[in-house]
């Protein structure tokens, strides 16, 4: 799913008149940032050139990424949603996906860095009815406390951040803010993903039934050399492109994730976990199940073979 086209315009506003190359340093400056400065917990936006760059490079990558785990949600949760808090909501980009999805009459936007909120309050301002809902507060999840409480808590491409001594405690607070949904979206890098392993540990322990994406709530089957993750594919601008020097029109965007439920619920029986692999006799799945990790060899005279032909690594079965 596409950034919609209003919050595009907005951000490529921002650059209006500015000349090519700062925007190629400072990009380069927060790639070997979020490279090389993860889970120490410093404040890697810290001025407004840098807050502007991050929106243009991430803020459709989050907004798919995010789009994508809150619409598997929805395979498995038809509750209704109608207030969200959105944690590190930086660009605004996981509530504008929640809005696409909810019907939210009420939403904050916790935000720890300066910038990156004023940025966020702007491109979300493009939206009239949204922004008129939408309340933003500087938070910082490592050290307060959430005062309030909301139908869905959310958290996207924040916990990788977060100094790891802070994990558990962050998640708990979350936890206790929801009255309903909490959804963590992570990188999908082997560190997001073992982020989301240690969150899924938490939450089963304190309580929680997992929504998606396992198919169980037993020990995750992964093992050291792999990782649990997914992807989606968006499209690159033209400013895009300038900036970071490509030629490809698109990326496919790699997160990890994990949905909880106050309440216990559905869950698929199984989720396809690698891209499938397609002959002329059968359909090949590697899948995580309730037996754990499988291999689904679906030849043509299976009942499941039609399905088997449209699915996509990160689908339920």
């Not at 506003?13 to 120490?40: C, H, W």
């Not at 910038?115 to 309340?135: C, D, H, P």
């Not at 994406?213 to 033209?238: A, G, I, L, Q």
């Not at 990326?251 to 396809?272: G, H, L, M, T």
Request: aromatic letters at 8%; charged letters at 30%.
């Amino acid at each position: 799913m596409e950034l919609p086209l209003i919050y595009k315009a907005k951000i490529e506003s921002m650059f209006e008149g500015m000349k090519i190359a700062p925007l190629k340093e400072t990009s380069f400056e927060i790639t070997d940032d979020y490279k090389n400065e993860v889970q120490k917990g410093k404040h890697l936006i810290d001025d407004i050139l840098k807050a502007k760059v991050y929106a243009l490079m991430r803020m459709p990558a989050t907004f798919g990424a995010v789009y994508d785990v809150l619409l598997k949600t929805k395979e498995f949760y038809d509750g209704e949603i109608s207030s969200l808090i959105d944690v590190g909501a930086g660009t605004g980009a996981a509530t504008i996906a929640a809005n696409e999805l909810f019907n939210l009459k009420e939403i904050t936007l916790l935000e720890r860095q300066k910038e990156m909120r004023e940025i966020g309050e702007f491109i979300v301002s493009e939206n009239e009815a949204l922004k008129s809902q939408s309340t933003w507060d500087m938070f910082d999840l490592s050290t307060e406390n959430i005062q309030k409480s909301a139908d869905l808590v959310m958290a996207s491409y924040v916990f990788n951040e977060l100094d790891p001594k802070y994990i558990k405690e962050a998640i708990l607070k979350m936890w206790n803010a929801a009255n309903k949904l909490l959804v963590i979206v992570e990188p999908g890098t082997p560190l997001g993903s073992k982020i989301i392993q240690e969150i899924r540990s938490i939450l089963i322990t304190d309580g929680g039934y997992i929504v998606a994406p396992c198919p169980h709530m037993d020990k995750c089957p992964m093992n050291e050399k792999d990782w649990c993750h997914f992807s989606t594919r968006v499209s690159r601008s033209k400013l895009y492109k300038q900036v970071k020097g490509v030629e490809v029109p698109y990326e496919d965007e790699k997160y990890s994730y994990i949905v909880f439920n106050k309440n216990e619920c559905s869950r698929c029986s199984a989720r396809v976990i690698r891209h499938p692999y397609y002959s002329k006799a059968n359909v090949r799945l590697e899948v995580c199940s309730r037996n754990g990790l499988e291999t689904l060899d679906i030849r043509k005279k299976d009942e499941r073979y039609k399905k088997a032909r449209k699915v996509n690594a990160g689908d339920s079965l």
